[in-house]
């Protein structure tokens, strides 16, 4: 029994969700409650105890098991949520050697002593010699006592040692507070407090733990405004968001992530209420920073940055930053809506809040579209006159921004704003566009596919096309014919084993799935959304999943060389023999037992026929087939409901029209996909297999 096995033998989904969601109870075999991730009337939020699953059926459209509800309800990843379970369920997770022991233990230490000068700085605030601080956060500022506290502000007052003095107390050694940038230690080596004189607040990572400060300056004299801890085992902000870890929850809830500034911006916009604000650490967000929140929590980030000539600096490099995880997105990485408020009157966000904190809700919702905004703000400077030298050398900067999506309605528009801008037709901007690409994009030598292997098998591409998209399909269709649970037991290894070898197959599979969807966002957010864990059935297939959308959302190290570094002890095997290309390797190394199964995949035969085999072609043909198997169990399962829900009044009709139209939106996706797997399936064999 792999470790998430066993962590959801030992703790009841319905147990548990009712821990967070009190409303849920018993409905037939099943337990309902409205969705906790969404606003909703009729209860469509489901939990099933017999496969310890959830579904909800209403807007959301997700669902799961216990991991992914844990991972939701708390916005953790999935190794945050394996660590909590396993403590939960006193599961013991894979020893650390000493080396890892002692480098946790280490950076424990420092967060302790981090926490503990947080304390010590939020109580000087209250002493008598801070009153004029005090006056200045209430009056100045215009902060609250509740926001002092929620934030932990504090003041670190006009001594060289105190801090110091403090942290020796409690037994911290002078090169642990250097270590954490707290002090600082001269080449005399006398060591004296870092912060002095200062407003301090205290920056948390993701998680709410305190890992450094910044500090605003009190006195008028003081060249620096602002100075933050500098970089250390803890402290590193292009990883850090300000006020993430207050935030995730209404980012998560709205969908929207509103990225400003400064610190006191966030502040100011948590206690008028606005809790989905961040702040971006530094003059321009990073790409680190970007993943901290999109596509995890936010569908929409709207920069707010300062309307001074340095604010629209950073905006500018935000964007470019933001165009480079965007210009990937036809391999899946990212799909964000990026909008650019500008504050009026050449406010800062803080100010604006300040005066009037209501008509920020509408700012927020007019924010303008990224292409309305560079068109007019790189445009601005061109005389009546341009030259073409000159409009060209504006619309080469602008192209790759305009055109750093897959929805051919959005890039049309763009180019036909730019078009009229800059006084060029639109057949010649898409022309400097290529050009712009290839002179980005080198291009890669190409080289010949691979034959097929022997054991290539096509047995089970049989999932006959539908000749049409009814538009009243029957919500009683049977099960798709061709394919047998074991088989699609077997596919699971087999996809995860290519995607293992070759992680950036995984974008061309979710580019697929975009393409079937064809622009419609139904589609796109339910049935035809990208590839992940819940197309895998097995725990230990859904835990290599999650494992390896971490390894594509990190740029440290090479995906294989993630997936080595993070692979807990009890995975090993399969993960191993996955690797592996002799696929009775894979059969006999695989802790389940799928040798049977196994064969209706890696079948022994020679290939017949003209086409070439093509790994990216059989992967999707398998990862489309998966998703058909996921999309019958969840027609079976809102069929059952529907029934469910046929038997009570209106409220429960109201619910059964909701699962209909799902059903109906899960029939045209399989109709897609039914086409799609007969597009990329190689031919069939015509004679008969032994």
Request: aromatic share 8%.
């Given at each position: 029994?792999?470790?998430?096995?066993?962590?959801?033998?030992?703790?009841?989904?319905?147990?548990?969700?009712?821990?967070?969601?009190?409303?849920?109870?018993?409905?037939?075999?099943?337990?309902?409650?409205?969705?906790?991730?969404?606003?909703?009337?009729?209860?469509?939020?489901?939990?099933?105890?017999?496969?310890?699953?959830?579904?909800?059926?209403?807007?959301?459209?997700?669902?799961?098991?216990?991991?992914?509800?844990?991972?939701?309800?708390?916005?953790?990843?999935?190794?945050?949520?394996?660590?909590e379970l396993a403590a939960e369920a006193g599961v013991q997770l894979q020893a650390q050697t000493p080396q890892q022991k002692s480098a946790s233990d280490r950076r424990?230490?420092?967060?302790?002593?981090?926490?503990?000068?947080?304390?010590?700085?939020?109580?000087?605030?209250?002493?008598?010699?801070?009153?004029?601080?005090?006056?200045?956060?209430?009056?100045?500022?215009?902060?609250?006592?509740?926001?002092?506290?929620?934030?932990?502000?504090?003041?670190?007052?006009?001594?060289?040692?105190?801090?110091?003095?403090?942290?020796?107390?409690?037994?911290?050694?002078?090169?642990?507070i250097v270590a954490v940038g707290l002090a600082v230690q001269n080449e005399n080596e006398r060591v004296y407090d870092r912060f002095r004189n200062r407003l301090m607040?205290?920056?948390?990572?993701?998680?709410?733990?305190?890992?450094?400060?910044?500090?605003?300056?009190?006195?008028?004299?003081?060249?620096?405004?602002?100075?933050?801890?500098?970089?250390?085992?803890?402290?590193?902000?292009?990883?850090?968001?300000?006020?993430?870890?207050?935030?995730?929850?209404?980012?998560?809830?709205?969908?929207?992530?509103?990225?400003?500034?400064g610190y006191m911006d966030v502040i100011q916009a948590h206690q008028a209420g606005y809790l989905n604000v961040v702040a971006q650490m530094g003059t321009a967000m990073?790409?680190?920073?970007?993943?901290?929140?999109?596509?995890?929590?936010?569908?929409?980030?709207?920069?707010?940055?300062?309307?001074?000539?340095?604010?629209?600096?950073?905006?500018?490099?935000?964007?470019?930053?933001?165009?480079?995880?965007?210009?990937?997105?036809?391999?899946?990485?990212?799909?964000?809506?990026?909008?650019?408020?500008?504050?009026?009157?050449?406010?800062?966000?803080?100010?604006?809040?300040?005066?009037?904190?209501?008509?920020?809700?509408?700012?927020?919702?007019?924010?303008?579209?990224?292409?309305?905004?560079?068109?007019?703000?790189?445009?601005?400077?061109?005389?009546?006159?341009?030259?073409?030298?000159?409009?060209?050398?504006?619309?080469?900067?602008?192209?790759?921004?305009?055109?750093?999506?897959?929805?051919?309605?959005?890039?049309?528009?763009?180019?036909?704003?730019?078009?009229?801008?800059?006084?060029?037709?639109?057949?010649?901007?898409?022309?400097?566009?290529?050009?712009?690409?290839?002179?980005?994009?080198?291009?890669?030598?190409?080289?010949?596919?691979?034959?097929?292997?022997?054991?290539?098998?096509?047995?089970?591409?049989?999932?006959?096309?539908?000749?049409?998209?009814?538009?009243?399909?029957?919500?009683?269709?049977?099960?798709?014919?061709?394919?047998?649970?074991?088989?699609?037991?077997?596919?699971?290894?087999?996809?995860?084993?290519?995607?293992?070898?070759?992680?950036?197959?995984?974008?061309?599979?979710?580019?697929?799935?975009?393409?079937?969807?064809?622009?419609?966002?139904?589609?796109?957010?339910?049935?035809?959304?990208?590839?992940?864990?819940?197309?895998?059935?097995?725990?230990?297939?859904?835990?290599?999943?999650?494992?390896?959308?971490?390894?594509?959302?990190?740029?440290?190290?090479?995906?294989?060389?993630?997936?080595?570094?993070?692979?807990?002890?009890?995975?090993?095997?399969?993960?191993?023999?996955?690797?592996?290309?002799?696929?009775?390797?894979?059969?006999?190394?695989?802790?389940?037992?799928?040798?049977?199964?196994?064969?209706?995949?890696?079948?022994?035969?020679?290939?017949?026929?003209?086409?070439?085999?093509?790994?990216?072609?059989?992967?999707?043909?398998?990862?489309?087939?998966?998703?058909?198997?996921?999309?019958?169990?969840?027609?079976?399962?809102?069929?059952?409901?529907?029934?469910?829900?046929?038997?009570?009044?209106?409220?429960?009709?109201?619910?059964?029209?909701?699962?209909?139209?799902?059903?109906?939106?899960?029939?045209?996706?399989?109709?897609?996909?039914?086409?799609?797997?007969?597009?990329?399936?190689?031919?069939?064999?015509?004679?008969?297999?032994?």
């Open positions: 029994m792999s470790v998430t096995d066993e962590i959801k033998s030992r703790i009841d989904i319905v147990s548990y969700v009712q821990r967070h969601v009190p409303a849920l109870k018993k409905a037939g075999r099943n337990h309902k409650a409205c969705c906790p991730f969404h606003n909703e009337k009729t209860p469509s939020f489901v939990v099933n105890p017999e496969r310890q699953s959830w579904h909800c059926f209403g807007a959301c459209s997700e669902g799961g098991d216990l991991f992914t509800f844990a991972q939701k309800i708390h916005g953790w990843d999935f190794k945050e949520a394996l660590r424990d230490a420092l967060r302790s002593l981090v926490n503990s000068a947080a304390e010590f700085f939020h109580g000087r605030l209250q002493a008598g010699d801070a009153a004029s601080v005090r006056r200045y956060i209430h009056e100045a500022r215009g902060l609250s006592d509740e926001t002092i506290r929620v934030f932990q502000l504090g003041y670190a007052p006009e001594s060289w040692d105190w801090l110091l003095n403090s942290l020796r107390r409690l037994g911290y050694s002078d090169a642990d607040i205290p920056i948390r990572d993701e998680r709410g733990r305190a890992v450094g400060f910044g500090g605003r300056a009190l006195g008028a004299d003081e060249s620096a405004k602002y100075i933050n801890s500098p970089q250390s085992a803890l402290f590193d902000k292009s990883r850090l968001l300000f006020g993430l870890d207050m935030a995730k929850r209404a980012i998560r809830e709205s969908g929207t992530a509103v990225v400003v500034e990073t790409e680190k920073q970007v993943r901290l929140i999109a596509p995890r929590f936010a569908s929409r980030i709207v920069l707010a940055l300062d309307s001074d000539d340095a604010g629209q600096r950073a905006a500018r490099r935000s964007l470019d930053v933001a165009r480079q995880s965007l210009s990937q997105d036809f391999a899946g990485r990212l799909s964000v809506d990026l909008r650019i408020l500008q504050v009026p009157d050449g406010k800062d966000p803080d100010d604006f809040l300040r005066k009037s904190p209501a008509a920020w809700r509408s700012l927020v919702a007019d924010a303008q579209a990224v292409a309305d905004y560079v068109i007019d703000t790189e445009t601005a400077a061109l005389p009546g006159n341009a030259s073409v030298q000159e409009r060209e050398a504006v619309a080469l900067g602008l192209l790759p921004i305009l055109t750093a999506t897959e929805n051919n309605l959005y890039k049309q528009d763009n180019i036909q704003k730019l078009s009229r801008r800059l006084r060029f037709s639109e057949r010649d901007l898409m022309a400097l566009a290529r050009y712009k690409l290839s002179l980005e994009r080198p291009v890669q030598p190409q080289t010949p596919e691979d034959p097929p292997p022997e054991y290539w098998g096509d047995d089970y591409d049989a999932f006959p096309p539908e000749a049409s998209e009814l538009d009243e399909p029957s919500t009683s269709a049977a099960p798709a014919s061709g394919i047998n649970r074991g088989t699609i037991r077997a596919i699971e290894p087999y996809c995860m084993s290519l995607l293992l070898k070759n992680p950036n197959l995984l974008y061309l599979v979710n580019r697929e799935l975009r393409e079937l969807a064809g622009g419609d966002d139904e589609l796109l957010r339910g049935p035809l959304c990208a590839l992940g864990v819940d197309d895998f059935t097995q725990s230990q297939y859904r835990m290599l999943m999650s494992y390896l959308q971490d390894s594509m959302a990190q740029d440290d190290r090479e995906p294989l060389e993630y997936l080595e570094s993070v692979v807990s002890e009890d995975l090993q095997p399969e993960y191993e023999a996955l690797l592996v290309e002799a696929p009775e390797v894979v059969s006999q190394s695989i802790r389940r037992n799928f040798q049977v199964d196994l064969n209706d995949i890696f079948r022994r035969r020679p290939f017949q026929g003209g086409s070439r085999y093509s790994e990216r072609d059989e992967l999707i043909s398998r990862a489309l087939q998966l998703r058909l198997a996921r999309l019958e169990n969840e027609r079976i399962e809102m069929q059952y409901l529907q029934e469910e829900a046929q038997t009570g009044g209106d409220s429960d009709q109201q619910q059964s029209d909701q699962l209909n139209a799902k059903i109906m939106l899960s029939m045209r996706a399989k109709a897609r996909i039914n086409r799609a797997v007969s597009r990329v399936s190689l031919p069939r064999q015509q004679t008969s297999i032994s």
